[in-house]
């Protein structure tokens, strides 16, 4: 059972993982907690925006769209490595996902295959929206795979989590599709590596 960090801790967290961190308005406030709570929280969760152009994507991923209201994470990581902080709290990001998944998330066990969809995921991780067109020819550069990587980490070391501990939505919600470009099993050794 993790409480989430403080705002306070999560851009402190980031910043002494190396990251450069851009805050957006006052996204310590900024929120879905109304609709339901935030927490306990059990892992972090990576998707890509399906947007190009870094200004555009973190006003999408602040403001939302019509039907998803924002903010639709906590993190924008923009192409160029930085991380854009859009909101805290409890974000349209994760939706329903897989039960199963989420216990082997909290158990740092190997991953099951996502077949439904009956369990509230924005309430249970942090979420990292990334910039990319998501169609497998949009590409990621270091320096962007590098930022995931470091704010994933910054995440894990808090709360004493694993590189288990990070999937990504095509691993938690059926039909799901990203990150698409590169792989989370991937991303997970990378984690894993600066973990130790």
């Given at each position: 059972?993790?409480?989430?960090?403080?705002?306070?801790?999560?851009?402190?967290?980031?910043?002494?993982?190396?990251?450069?961190?851009?805050?957006?308005?006052?996204?310590?406030?900024?929120?879905?907690?109304?609709?339901?709570?935030?927490?306990?929280?059990?892992?972090?969760?990576?998707?890509?925006?399906?947007?190009?152009?870094?200004?555009?994507?973190?006003?999408?991923?602040?403001?939302?769209?019509?039907?998803?209201?924002?903010?639709?994470?906590?993190?924008?990581?923009?192409?160029?490595?930085?991380?854009?902080?859009?909101?805290?709290?409890?974000?349209?990001?994760a939706g329903l996902g897989d039960d199963d998944v989420l216990r082997a998330v909290i158990a740092e066990a190997a991953l099951p295959a996502d077949n439904e969809a009956n369990t509230d995921g924005n309430r249970h991780f942090y979420g990292f929206e990334c910039e990319n067109l998501g169609d497998g020819r949009d590409p990621w550069p270091e320096a962007q795979l590098d930022a995931i990587e470091r704010a994933a980490a910054a995440?894990?070391?808090?709360?004493?989590?694993t590189e288990r501990s990070v999937i990504g939505h095509l691993e938690w919600q059926p039909g799901k599709i990203d990150p698409r470009g590169f792989t989370m099993a991937s991303m997970r050794e990378r984690i894993r590596a600066r973990l130790e």
């Open positions: 059972m993790a409480p989430p960090m403080s705002a306070g801790s999560f851009l402190d967290r980031l910043k002494a993982e190396g990251l450069t961190v851009v805050e957006v308005g006052d996204w310590e406030h900024h929120n879905r907690n109304h609709k339901g709570p935030w927490g306990p929280v059990h892992g972090v969760m990576i998707h890509h925006t399906v947007t190009s152009g870094s200004q555009r994507t973190v006003e999408i991923c602040r403001d939302g769209y019509s039907g998803l209201p924002g903010p639709l994470c906590h993190g924008v990581i923009t192409k160029d490595g930085r991380v854009h902080l859009v909101g805290y709290g409890r974000s349209n990001h995440i894990c070391r808090h709360h004493g989590w």
